[in-house]
């Protein structure tokens, strides 16, 4: 019988210094991915956990890291050809086939722009697939900034505003997320689907104010990893009233993720 719980070793093919505090690993793995599902990456004798695929390609998948813990300090020290342990990919994903031929809003914070990337990726190269896509990303300041070259192919192939929290910059707007949901212009839209990624509160307040501007919450998709450790819901550690987060998302529709938000 086949050990769900046990990661197999992967090696590093290129490690990008996006920022000071967030890293993205280029790792080895020809297992089928779907844009939005994720991996529990480990390091033996130090521990282990779930991070979202922010890319994939042939023969590869991406994973940006923000450094927070003993785990993620033990990757940071790795480097190209040293190998990483990892298991997946697990939990659902964004229901791309339904987005299709539709208009899609995409409103990310901080590396909450991690999980929809792939999605991002494959639309900017497959726009035909896809009726408009409006982005927002917002960041701290412009030391938080991840994935500049993807953001400046995503300004020319989408409707795209990027903000800084409390500081003004270049090509950034300034101000919160939610100040630029007003900029969308959902009422033109005959069929759309919103998806929000980002902290539980940021998430929260967008989700609230995209329905202040007469989005229905079934066009809302949400995505959050909260408190996942197993990941294959057996400890219990992401459990929320009854529904496992590892299990039933990470990707979940607005109409039931107000009931697990904080």
């Known amino acids: 019988m086949q050990n769900i719980t046990l990661p197999s070793p992967h090696k590093i093919l290129q490690v990008v210094h996006e920022t000071n505090a967030e890293y993205t690993f280029r790792v080895q793995c020809d297992a089928p991915v779907n844009h939005g599902q994720f991996f529990v990456l ?56 339904d987005f299709k031929g539709k208009h899609l809003a995409v409103i990310a ?22 009726a408009s896509v409006h982005l927002i990303a917002g960041f701290k300041d412009r030391d938080c900034v991840l994935f500049e070259e993807d953001l400046a192919k995503f300004r020319d192939a989408f409707h795209a505003i990027y903000t800084l929290d409390n ?3 270049e090509g950034f707007e300034k101000g ?12 033109d839209f005959e069929d759309y689907n919103v998806v929000i990624v980002g902290p539980p509160a940021m998430i929260n307040f967008t989700a609230k104010e995209c329905v202040n501007q007469g ?18 819901g057996k400890c219990g550690h992401c459990k929320i009233n009854e529904t496992y987060v590892c299990l039933e998302g990470p990707v979940f529709n607005y109409i039931k993720a107000k009931e697990l938000l904080d």
């Open 215 to 232: 989005v229905s919450e079934e066009k809302i998709w949400v995505s959050f990893e909260r408190k996942m450790s197993c990941s294959v």
């Open 176 to 187: 919160f997320v939610t100040s630029y949901v007003k900029e969308i212009p959902f009422r």
């Open 167 to 169: 500081t003004s910059a």
């Open 42 to 97: 480990s390091i033996p004798k130090i521990g282990e956990a779930p991070i979202s695929v922010s890319a994939r390609g042939e023969g590869y998948v991406e994973f940006t890291i923000r450094k927070v813990g003993r785990l993620t300090d033990g990757i940071f020290g790795m480097e190209k050809g040293d190998t990483l342990f990892m298991r997946g990919p697990y939990g659902n994903a964004f229901p791309i086939e």
């Open 109 to 130: 914070g901080g590396t909450g722009l991690a999980p929809v990337r792939s999605m991002l990726q494959y639309f900017c190269e497959h726009k035909e697939e896809i």
